[in-house]
C-alpha cells in the first residue's frame, strides 16, 4: 500500500494534468476597447492555438453593482457567447457612467482558456467631432446635430463673419432636435461651430465653420433666386420675340410700322 506521501504526490500530479487538460488553450490576446461614434466594441486577437474545431470566444462584464452588492458576480454579454469572432459590441451593455471590468476567454471543444480582464469607463472616451446641420428660414438660423446619448451636451457657437471676437455661445442637450436662433441681420453672413461635452468634462473638437446668407425676415429662402430665374426668362422672351418680329417682317405687312415721310413743298423745288 503506497504511503500518505506517495498517495498525495499521485493527487497533486492528477491535479495538474487536469488543471493543464483544462486551461491549456491560450488565452485571447491585445484585449482593447474601441469606441468611435459612441459605439463601444471590444475587441481582441486570435490566440495561437491548435485546434481541431473552431475557436470560440465569450465576454461577460463587471459594473460597480455587481462589484459591491452581488459579491464580484459578473454578466454575460447576451450576444457574446460562443462566438467565432473577436469583436463584441457593448455599447448597450455599459450603458452607465460607473467603472466597468470586461472579459473574455477562448474556448476550443472542452478547453478553456484563462479569462484576459479590460478596464472600461465610458467617460474617459474622448467623443467624436459631431456631424451639424445649419439651414435658414427668414431671419433665423436652424442647427440640427446628430444624436448622442442623454448624457452629451453640444456647445454651439454662432458670430457674424468677420466678428468671431462677438460670437454667441448656447447649449444644446442631446434630447434637442433643433437650436433656433431668430431676429439675424437681413443680408448678413454667419457662421457655426459646435463642440460636444460629456458630464466627464471630456469633449470633442470643433466642427469646421458652416457660414450661410441671411434672407430678408418672413422671405421663404427660395424667393430670391425664383424671381431672378423669372425677370431673366421673361426678358429673354421679349429679345427673341423682338428679333423674330424684325427678321420675319414682310414688306407688306410691315409698310403700315414703316412708312415713309412726305417731304414738305417747300423742298420739292429744290
Known amino acids: 500500500m503506497p504511503s500518505r506521501k506517495t498517495q498525495e504526490l499521485l493527487i497533486m500530479v492528477i491535479l495538474l494534468e487536469f488543471t493543464k487538460d483544462i486551461w491549456m488553450l491560450p488565452a485571447p490576446e491585445t484585449v482593447f476597447m474601441d469606441s468611435a461614434n459612441m459605439r463601444h466594441v471590444l475587441r481582441w486577437t486570435h490566440p495561437e492555438a491548435s485546434c481541431n474545431t473552431t475557436v470560440v470566444y465569450s465576454v461577460q462584464y463587471q459594473g460597480e453593482f455587481e462589484l459591491v452588492i452581488k459579491n464580484g458576480s459578473w454578466i454575460n454579454a447576451p450576444d457574446c457567447q460562443k462566438i467565432p469572432h473577436t469583436d463584441c459590441d457593448l455599447t448597450f451593455d455599459l450603458g452607465s457612467d460607473s467603472d466597468y471590468n470586461v472579459r473574455v476567454r477562448a474556448q476550443c471543444g472542452s478547453r478553456l482558456s484563462a479569462w484576459t480582464k479590460f478596464p ?62 431668430a431676429a439675424l ?39 430670391e433666386p425664383t424671381a431672378v430665374t423669372v425677370t431673366v426668362v421673361i426678358m429673354l422672351g421679349l429679345l427673341i420675340g423682338f428679333f423674330w ?26
Request: aromatic content about 10%; hydrophobic content about 40%; some cysteine.
Open 120 to 181: 472600461f469607463n465610458r467617460n474617459n472616451v474622448t467623443p467624436p467631432v459631431p456631424d451639424i446641420k445649419v439651414t435658414t428660414a427668414g431671419d433665423a438660423l436652424l442647427v440640427s446635430v446628430r444624436k448622442f446619448p442623454l448624457t452629451a451636451i453640444t456647445k454651439v457657437v454662432v458670430w457674424k463673419k468677420d466678428g468671431e471676437q462677438q460670437a454667441s455661445v448656447s447649449l444644446m442637450a442631446a434630447d434637442q432636435e433643433v437650436l433656433h436662433f
Open 185 to 223: 441681420q437681413e443680408g448678413a453672413v454667419y457662421c457655426v461651430k459646435a463642440q460636444v461635452f460629456l458630464k466627464s468634462d471630456m469633449h470633442s473638437g470643433y466642427t469646421d465653420s458652416y457660414c450661410v446668407s441671411i434672407t430678408a425676415p418672413g422671405a421663404p429662402a427660395w424667393k
Open 245 to 270: 418680329s424684325i427678321v420675319h417682317c414682310y414688306p407688306d405687312s410691315c409698310q403700315k410700322y414703316f412708312q415713309k415721310a412726305t417731304l414738305p413743298h417747300f423742298l420739292v423745288s429744290i
